[in-house]
């Protein structure tokens, strides 16, 4: 049965606990001195590559390791001259108990237990890294982080496509002390087959057809640093155990290789997936979820933010400028459609939304971005005052079905505005605020005669 000691779990007064483990020397000069477990995978031995150092004849290069599974600490000899003994029986591996005593030699250390608790409250500061939000939910996030970046917690990102997910990815790496280190994108769902194996660990000349160099993988390349991997969902079930073996040794062997290499990584991953439905399922494996899952955070929708929307425009906007003077600005009836759309690409859809609306703006002349230049779903009344639903065509994807509400909403403009000015560009031009270049562009695009818009289409 698996031990809480081990799961990272919220109260129900919104704080996070996660589980700690610390080693306490009990005799020789180091006597007293405590070292908290971080990470995944903890060393001990003579060595200074071991995360504790142990100065001792008695004691091994490298003498034993912890790691931590769902079902608690495992402590595990590395073949030691001396032994490893666990309350005086010797072990090859045995889970940890708080009180227990590790021998090492003549040194003993003695296994101290806790929960680290962290409140859960809402950042004073409305971005973290790139990421920006003034919503609660978002500056809880962003709460969170500030406390777990600065250490070598693994992260799991859950949310929709295009919530933002790399984005916090990214500034978790930048507000780490690994910020100066490689940070290294794996896309699990882009790449597939022996490929993504590849990718992963690297491989050898000839150890595969095209296998024509020797190739470090991501967990190499990200040594010191971080390796983010995105949809992790995606990976392959008979992956999933070759990584799980990487996440609890830290340690990696190439694709045709026979030399197991070492690498000190932070791991954050992520996924539009629910892991655990995923893991009911039987297609993503519980261990492997729990060892990601050390700090699990799921990014709202933006749909769920809309207090969000205001600050995200003005972000992209001013990013649209080069960050400096002469950004441009939104209408509120503008700003106000934005807040009201579902997005169902999220913070993604709306950045692609705002970039091409910058274009178009620009290229008509104009310093404010209108609902007219707005490439997304927009709901368009009648003269009644009700909303017209658009009619989507089965068998059509979604880019083509957008693409023709917008050539629906621009044709039905420019004629609702034409018949306003009695088909007079100028006039038709200043009431719209667009350049009279741009709109005699948009009427030839739709072939409308400004002497004879079709009346009866909004009337």
């Keep these: 049965m698996t031990s809480p000691q081990v799961r990272t779990r919220v109260t129900k007064d919104r704080a996070l606990e996660l589980p700690r483990c610390a080693l306490v020397i009990l005799d020789g000069k180091d006597r007293g001195r405590e070292r908290i477990i971080t990470g995944d995978v903890f060393r001990v031995g003579k060595s200074k590559e071991n995360d504790l150092e142990i100065v001792d004849e008695t004691v091994s290069r490298n003498h034993f390791e912890i790691v931590r599974e769902p079902r608690g600490y495992l402590l595990r000899d590395l073949g030691s001259t001396n032994g490893t003994f666990l309350d005086g029986a010797e072990i090859k591996e045995a889970y940890l108990k708080p009180g227990a005593v590790i021998t090492a030699g003549i040194v003993q250390l003695k296994v101290r237990t806790y929960a680290e608790r962290i409140e859960i409250l809402p950042s004073e500061k409305e971005r973290f890294g790139g990421a920006v939000g003034r919503s609660v939910s978002m500056r809880e996030i962003f709460g969170l982080l500030e406390r777990i970046a600065p250490t070598d917690a693994t992260v799991l990102l859950g949310g929709e496509t295009g919530t933002g997910k790399d984005v916090l990815a990214r500034a978790i790496h930048d507000a780490s002390h ?3 280190r490689p940070f290294v994108v794996v896309d699990c769902g882009a790449v597939t087959g022996t490929l993504i194996e590849s990718e992963l660990f690297g491989h050898e000349r000839g150890s595969f057809t095209g296998a024509h160099n020797t190739r470090q993988g991501a967990f190499e390349l990200a040594h010191g640093g971080t390796v983010f991997l995105d949809e992790i969902g995606e990976l392959a079930l008979d992956l999933q155990p070759k990584l799980l073996r990487v996440l609890e040794q830290r340690e990696i062997r190439r694709v045709g290789g026979n030399k197991t290499i070492r690498v000190d990584i932070r791991v954050i991953a992520a996924s539009k997936r629910n892991l655990r439905f995923e893991v009911e399922r039987g297609k993503f494996r519980e261990d492997l979820y729990f060892r990601l899952a050390v700090v699990p955070i799921e990014v709202p929708p933006l749909r769920q933010r809309r207090e969000d929307t205001t600050l995200l425009v003005e972000h992209f906007l001013r990013e649209a400028s080069g960050g400096g003077a002469g950004a441009l600005t939104v209408s509120a009836e503008t700003m106000e459609a934005l ?38 779903v927009a709901p368009m009344a009648d003269a009644a005052g009700a909303t017209a639903p658009p009619a989507f065509e089965e068998g059509k994807s979604y880019r083509e079905n957008r693409q023709r509400w917008e050539d629906e909403f621009e044709r039905r403009y420019v004629r ?4 306003r000015t009695n088909g007079n560009i100028s006039a038709a031009a200043r009431e719209a605020d667009m350049d009279r270049k741009y709109l005699h562009k948009l009427v030839r695009k739709h072939g409308i005669d400004p002497d004879a818009p079709e009346p009866d289409d909004d009337a």
């Design 178 to 180: 690994r910020k100066d």
């Design 416 to 419: 609702w505005l034409l018949k």
């Design 339 to 376: 807040k009201a759309h579902d997005w169902p690409g999220n913070v993604r859809e709306l950045r692609n939304v705002l970039e091409r609306a910058t274009y178009l703006t620009r290229a008509a002349g104009f310093t404010e971005v209108r609902l007219t230049d707005m490439p997304f």
